[in-house]
């Protein structure tokens, strides 16, 4: 089978919602960003322009969901469509954190699905695959009729932690849900592990912590998960976590969405310690002490460098997950 690598260049467009990681993955691959021009009217709409030939070639195309999420979105797909229609070989729509990756199931009458939505909106505008990091359910992967690359970062958390003095440590599944991936990082980190039992009762960012399984009195805790939002359920989780005993208490996640005051809301927060994300969304330019931002830009890249040369993304599976 002929590789890309072979056929033609590689080349890597980014649309407008984090120019930062798409310049760090470009600087890890040795490829200088393409050229593009991307203009929006004063009536809101959106006009693309590719500045130079992508006619056979292989092409990646790097947007996450940075707000606002909509007008990314449809940047992100006027950009793939373009780039079809300009005869590009193939096209990678490169989505570090998956839009509307939360709307990933009916389960109320009459609701949308709309991180299925999202896969067909990329199908239609042309996209031959998919790289995204940490989907928030494994399972979205299926709302795809082309093959879908998901890549786990969460190692780039783990190896964080891994340098600190862990022998008093816990780590905490914020809910039953996150209960096999907290358990995967307690191996991991050779550490024992605590589940909160969380139960949302509205459609809305907010969930309440009714009991928690296990013990953290005296304890340092972790609190593991795929994203934070508005903070509201991790401060939550913090409070209890302290009510029980809990020394200090730590917050480790992949996607640091930070919306709606989440910034603030965590450094007001006397119950945590540290939050640790990766830059997989940009975060707010003044983040605080207590949030560090991590880069994703080194598993992104050496994904797209595998996915460009033909070669199977199991070692990075490897490396970044199966390895404890």
Same mark, same amino acid.
């Given at each position: 089978?002929?590789?890309?690598?072979?056929?033609?260049s590689?080349?890597?467009?980014?649309?407008?919602s984090?120019p930062?990681l798409?310049?760090?993955?470009?600087?890890?691959?040795g490829?200088?960003?393409?050229?593009?021009?991307?203009?929006?009217f004063?009536?809101?709409?959106?006009?693309?322009? !590719?500045?130079?030939?992508?006619?056979?070639?292989?092409?990646f195309?790097?947007?996450?969901s940075?707000?606002?999420?909509n007008?990314h979105?449809?940047?992100?797909?006027l950009?793939?469509?373009?780039?079809?229609y300009?005869?590009a070989?193939?096209?990678?729509a %490169?989505?570090?954190?998956?839009p509307?990756?939360?709307?990933?199931?009916?389960?109320?009458?009459?609701?949308? !699905?709309?991180?299925?939505?999202?896969?067909?909106?990329?199908e239609?505008?042309?996209?031959?695959?998919?790289?995204?990091?940490?989907?928030?359910?494994?399972?979205?992967?299926?709302f795809?009729?082309i093959?879908?690359?998901?890549?786990l970062a969460?190692?780039i958390?783990?190896?964080?932690f891994?340098?600190?003095?862990?022998?008093?440590?816990v780590?905490?599944?914020?809910?039953?849900g996150?209960?096999?991936r907290?358990?995967k990082?307690a191996?991991?980190?050779?550490?024992?592990?605590?589940?909160m039992?969380?139960?949302?009762?509205a459609?809305?960012?907010?969930?309440?912590?009714?009991?928690?399984?296990?013990?953290?009195?005296g304890?340092?805790?972790i609190?593991?998960?795929d994203?934070?939002?508005?903070?509201?359920?991790?401060?939550?989780?913090?409070?209890?976590?302290?009510?029980h005993?809990?020394?200090?208490?730590?917050?480790? %996640?992949?996607?640091?969405?930070?919306?709606?005051?989440?910034?603030?809301?965590?450094?007001?927060?006397?119950d945590?310690?540290?939050?640790v994300?990766?830059?997989?969304v940009?975060?707010p330019d003044?983040?605080?002490?207590?949030?560090?931002?991590?880069?994703?830009s080194?598993?992104?890249a050496?994904?797209?460098?595998r996915?460009?040369?033909?070669?199977?993304?199991?070692?990075?599976?490897s490396?970044?997950?199966?390895?404890?």
């Amino acid at each position: 089978m002929t590789s890309f690598s072979e056929r033609g260049s590689i080349k890597l467009f980014a649309g407008n919602s984090h120019p930062t990681l798409a310049a760090e993955i470009a600087e890890q691959i040795g490829v200088p960003l393409a050229q593009r021009e991307i203009i929006k009217f004063a009536n809101g709409n959106i006009f693309i322009k !590719i500045n130079e030939t992508v006619r056979d070639q292989d092409v990646f195309v790097i947007q996450t969901s940075n707000e606002p999420v909509n007008y990314h979105l449809m940047e992100l797909l006027l950009m793939i469509d373009t780039l079809r229609y300009s005869s590009a070989g193939r096209i990678t729509a %490169v989505i570090p954190y998956f839009p509307y990756v939360r709307s990933d199931k009916k389960d109320q009458p009459r609701v949308s !699905i709309g991180a299925r939505l999202v896969a067909n909106l990329l199908e239609t505008a042309g996209a031959d695959r998919v790289l995204t990091l940490n989907l928030h359910s494994w399972q979205i992967q299926g709302f795809f009729r082309i093959p879908v690359d998901h890549v786990l970062a969460e190692s780039i958390v783990i190896e964080h932690f891994r340098k600190k003095d862990l022998s008093n440590t816990v780590a905490v599944a914020p809910d039953a849900g996150g209960a096999k991936r907290v358990e995967k990082y307690a191996h991991m980190l050779q550490l024992p592990f605590v589940i909160m039992d969380k139960r949302r009762k509205a459609n809305d960012d907010n969930a309440k912590i009714q009991n928690i399984i296990g013990d953290v009195e005296g304890k340092d805790a972790i609190i593991f998960d795929d994203e934070i939002s508005t903070g509201g359920s991790m401060i939550d989780t913090a409070r209890i976590l302290k009510a029980h005993g809990a020394r200090t208490i730590s917050a480790g %996640v992949v996607h640091g969405v930070l919306c709606g005051g989440a910034v603030e809301r965590i450094n007001a927060c006397p119950d945590i310690t540290e939050l640790v994300a990766t830059n997989s969304v940009a975060t707010p330019d003044k983040a605080g002490d207590k949030i560090q931002v991590l880069s994703c830009s080194q598993v992104l890249a050496k994904a797209i460098q595998r996915i460009h040369h033909g070669d199977s993304l199991t070692p990075i599976f490897s490396e970044y997950y199966y390895n404890s």
